[in-house]
């Protein structure tokens, strides 16, 4: 096993590192339970990424990868709906949406694993994730409801945006070689900086509570 020769996947390999550590950093900074495994989930998801596009692997190697790199990836977005439902709806509501989300998740995560050649159920299931999060906390911060909310919203909003910049098969050659996958993992980092500092504002107002 070598490292990578091609420049672009080393740099997503360096992008995904990077964003390893601000997910944990996440874990590190958030309280809530519920945001640490969103945030804990990002993290495995970002360092399988990173071994992925660093090393040079066979394809049953690559593909005993991608199958929890896949789980990890939709396991996170089905945490970060159960979050944005418990701002929304209360904790009880949450609980009871967990084992729907996570059954969705599962179920995306097999049918991209069975058509590896398309990224469209994850693009799906991300945009869905993200809309409806950021519409909902939207609203929160429009009516004052939650702090940090604002912030939550606008990191959906970015995250958004990454998805976009991912799906366009967009290249930049600069001082690297930056491909689609790197670019998406560049925008995706002020968003995931904006949920850190959303959830910690949110907590916080939980705390003052208790």
């Given at each position: 096993m070598q490292l990578n020769a091609d420049p672009a996947e080393l740099a997503s390999a360096a992008t995904d590192l990077?964003?390893?550590?601000?997910?944990?950093?996440?874990?590190?900074?958030v309280k809530r339970r519920d945001w640490r495994f969103v945030f804990a989930l990002?993290?495995?998801a970002s360092?399988?990424?990173?071994?992925?596009?660093?090393?040079?692997?066979?394809?049953?190697?690559?593909?005993?990868?991608?199958?929890?790199?896949?789980?990890?990836?939709?396991?996170?977005l089905a945490c970060?709906?159960?979050?944005a439902v418990r701002d929304r709806f209360g904790a009880a509501?949450?609980?009871?949406?967990?084992?729907?989300?996570?059954?969705l998740a599962a179920i995306v995560?097999?049918?991209?694993?069975?058509?590896?050649?398309?990224?469209?159920?994850?693009?799906?299931?991300?945009?869905?994730?993200?809309?409806?999060?950021?519409?909902?906390?939207c609203g929160l911060a429009c009516s004052a409801a939650m702090p940090g909310s604002g912030r939550l919203a606008a990191g959906c909003g970015l995250a958004l945006a990454?998805?976009?910049?991912?799906?366009s098969g967009?290249?930049?050659?600069?001082?690297?070689?930056?491909d689609s996958n790197s670019l998406f993992h560049l925008v995706q980092m002020p968003a995931l900086l904006l949920w850190i500092s959303g959830a910690r504002a949110g907590a916080g107002k939980e705390d003052a509570r208790a």
């Open positions: 990077v964003l390893a550590g601000l997910a944990l950093l996440g874990v590190a900074r990002m993290a495995l360092g399988l990424g990173a071994l992925v596009h660093g090393w040079t692997w066979s394809d049953s190697a690559a593909t005993g990868l991608w199958w929890p790199l896949d789980f990890s990836l939709a396991a996170t970060f709906a159960g979050a509501r949450a609980r009871r949406a967990w084992i729907p989300l996570l059954a995560a097999s049918v991209s694993r069975a058509i590896p050649d398309t990224f469209l159920p994850f693009l799906a299931f991300e945009a869905m994730v993200l809309i409806g999060a950021g519409l909902s906390w990454a998805g976009a910049v991912g799906a967009a290249r930049l050659e600069w001082m690297f070689s930056l």
